[in-house]
Every structure is written in C-alpha cells, then in structure tokens.
C-alpha cells in the first residue's frame, strides 16, 4: 500500500473499538458513582430519622433530673433540639459534607476528631481481620476443591459448619479464656496506642481480629470450595490441562484467578459484618475503636456521635463495596467485554 494511504479496515475496527470500550467504561463509572452518592444520600437522611425517633430528651440525659426548666431550655437550643427536623437535617448533612460533624454532647470534642482517634485502632483491626480471613479460607476452599471428598475436604467443611454456627463474640471469650488466662500470651484487653509501640499494639489486635476472621473464614472457604469446583469444569481448564501443564499450574495460574469474582463479592459484605461484629469484639476486649464509640454514645444517648459514627460505617461500606465492584473488572475480563458491547 502506498505510503500516507488509507489504514487497513481491521486496524479502523480495532480503534473504534478501543475508544467504544474506553467510552463505556467512562458511562459505566459515572452511573456507579451517581448510585454511590445517592446511597449514601438515602442513608444519611434514614440514619438521621432513626436517631430523631430515639426515646428519650439529650438534653435532660445530659443535665440529669435535677436540671431546672430555664436550663434545660437553653442547653436544647445550644443542641440545636428546638429547631424543625428538616432544618436539623439539612445543618448536620452540611456539616457532614464540610468535615465539620458537631460537638459530641458527652466528650465536649469535635465527633470527627473522636472517630480520627477511634480509627487508628478500628481499622488495624478489621484489616488484620480480612487477612486473616483471606490467609486462613483461600487457600483451605482451593485444597478443598482440588481434592474433593479428601481429607482438607472434610477438614473445610467441618471449619465452616462450626465457623458459621459459633458468633465471634464467643470465640473472642474462648479466646480470652485460653490464651490471656489460663496461657498468659496474649492480654486480654485493652489498647496500649501505637505511641508504646507496633509490637505491643498490635500483640492486643491479634485475639480480637482472629475472633472476627474466624466466622468470616468460615463462609470464605465455602465460597472459595464452591467458585474453584465451577470453574474446574470450564472449558478452558481442560484446555490448559490438555497443553500438558502441571496440575498446580492450571490450578493456580488458570482456575483460581478465574474463581475471584465471588470471592471478591463475599469480602465485600464481609466488611459489613466485620464493621457490625466490631461493635461486640470491641467490647469484650475493651478496645477503644468505633464500635466501642457508638455503644458507648447509644448509652449516653450522645446522639450527635451516635449517627456521625453509623454515618461513617455505612458510607465505609458503601465505599468499599464499590471499590469491589470495580475490582471484578481488573479480575474478570469477560466483565471488561461485555461493558464495552
């Protein structure tokens, strides 16, 4: 073809096709990111009308019984309570936008500086948590599927049946209970802050986060068992059987990553109950992370803590299971076809 002429037809196909799945990428991210902010729009207004139909006055919480009428009356306005719920609303989700979510009623500090400081030890833990989990279940569900009705067959079902049928919070007492008092290797509360050290810190996460990872292990293994036997029989494993590859090899480099979209969608929720179980593990091991936070704000009827913390959660939830659903497009590329159509 002579130099400066016309592209061959397959190389303009090829283009067009590139920009048409670069272009419905485009649309696909921003219909998800328009869901997220109206999600975390609907939560916000539920959690507030929640919070607003609590029994109970803060303000005569907060004074006590003995409080006379005229300073009662001036503490609900200092509260913000003598004023109409949509107006409640629209300041607080202002706030909320800003970084600016109120004064805590009991602590007498900023709420986002009470969650910043709550954070430092919730989120250790619920990483620590979903390592664990992922350490303990992918690689029990993938033996268990490539050898099934062997012995870590068995071994996978029976830890699943007894992870998903024990709660965490009795696995955390048992754990109290083993390794605090009767073995002494591990404490058995408390949080010493990361200012006294790494070791020390993270040596009183470990019993909590394995009493968190252990329930969540327990249905990651099934799933994982479940998604590595359908895809042992798809058509491409036989194929790469059939070129000779070690059974390891189709196993690991092939069937596994071809496997991760369910167990990616079940990490996802995961976080959800790791956030939720966290209210209880917290508790019993006297962590001061946000789980402690929001029982301890629920029991002082701190309603402005309250609903910033299960405000936070819920939008942590959110966002990470969006983060999960564009991650099935970086494992999947069946999913990157089929959005480009």
Do not use: C
Request: glycine share 10%; proline share 6%; aromatic share 8%.
């Amino acid at each position: 073809m002579p130099a400066g002429g016309p592209k061959p037809p397959a190389v303009e196909v090829h283009e067009a096709g590139t920009t048409g799945h670069g272009h419905a990428m485009i649309v696909l991210l921003t219909r998800r990111i328009f869901g997220l902010i109206l999600t975390l729009l609907a939560v916000s207004l539920l959690v507030f009308a929640v919070m607003a139909l609590l029994p109970g006055d803060p303000a005569a919480i907060t004074l006590g019984t003995s409080a006379t009428p005229e300073t009662l009356a001036a503490l609900r306005h200092d509260m913000g309570l003598d004023q109409p719920l949509i107006i409640r609303y629209g300041q607080w989700l202002a706030g909320a936008l800003t970084g600016d979510l109120g004064k805590s009623y009991t602590y007498g500090v900023p709420v986002a500086d009470l969650i910043v400081e709550r954070l430092a030890v919730t989120l250790p833990l619920a990483a620590l948590a979903i390592l664990l989990s992922v350490l303990i279940a992918v690689p029990l569900g993938v033996s268990a599927a490539a050898r099934r009705g062997g012995v870590f067959d068995i071994a996978a079902a029976l830890f699943s049946q007894m992870g998903i049928a024990v709660p965490g919070f009795w696995i955390g007492l048992l754990l109290v209970l083993l390794f605090a008092t009767s073995l002494g290797w591990m404490p058995a509360g408390g949080f010493p802050g990361w200012g006294n050290g790494v070791g020390p810190a993270l040596k009183s996460l470990v019993l909590p986060a394995v009493a968190l990872a252990l329930p969540q292990a327990a249905v990651l293994t099934r799933v994982t068992r479940s998604a590595v036997l359908d895809t042992l029989h798809e058509d491409f494993t036989r194929t790469a059987t059939a070129k000779g590859l070690s059974r390891s090899r189709v196993l690991w480099g092939h069937v596994v990553p071809n496997a991760l979209v369910p167990v990616l969608t079940i990490l996802g929720l995961q976080f959800t109950f790791l956030v939720a179980g966290a209210v209880l593990i917290e508790n019993v091991f006297t962590l001061p992370g946000l789980g402690r936070l929001a029982y301890q704000a629920l029991s002082q009827r701190d309603v402005i803590v309250l609903q910033d913390v299960v405000l936070f959660f819920a939008g942590l939830v959110i966002i990470v299971n969006f983060l999960v659903d564009l991650s099935y497009f970086a494992v999947d590329p069946r999913l990157r076809a089929g959005g480009a159509k």
